[in-house]
């Protein structure tokens, strides 16, 4: 089992940024990939980024690409989401997420790929 709790969202204005953390705890966190998803209301939740257990393979969704950054501290079992020049349409929970496979070479897009999520935190962006 793993826990994921999310931690850093907020009201910014356009063109802000706000950093997402996702701290984990029950297994080994360095051997799962990560991932982080959104889900705006009266949408289906959509992938944004993910970043596989060593750190190596990151993808990252068109249309966040350039200015969100995902990245993962596994001395500290925290993942993170840098979110720069943020938009309206950025607005929506955001969720971490944990791979139930072990040590995959590639970092999982679907969101049935993950096994494990956190409860999301609100990020909301005005214009």
């Known amino acids: 089992q793993v826990q994921l709790v999310e931690s850093g969202g907020g009201l910014v204005q356009a063109g802000g940024s706000l950093r997402l953390s996702c701290a984990a705890s029950?297994?080994?966190?360095?051997?799962?990939?990560m991932g982080w998803f959104r889900q705006a209301p009266g949408k289906e939740r959509e992938f944004v980024a993910a970043?596989?257990?060593?750190?190596?393979?990151?993808l990252y969704a068109d249309y966040v690409k350039g200015r969100f950054t995902i990245s993962r501290d596994n001395t500290k079992n925290t993942v993170y989401l840098q979110m720069d020049s943020l938009k309206p349409e950025d607005t929506a929970v955001y969720y971490c997420?944990?791979?139930?496979?072990?040590?995959?070479?590639?970092?999982?897009?679907?969101?049935?790929?993950?096994?494990?999520w956190g409860q999301g935190t609100q990020v909301a962006v005005s214009s």
């Open positions: 997420a944990a791979d139930g496979n072990y040590y995959r070479i590639y970092a999982p897009t679907p969101v049935d790929e993950y096994a494990y």
């Open positions: 029950g297994r080994t966190f360095s051997s799962y990939a």
């Open positions: 970043i596989n257990w060593s750190g190596k393979d990151i």
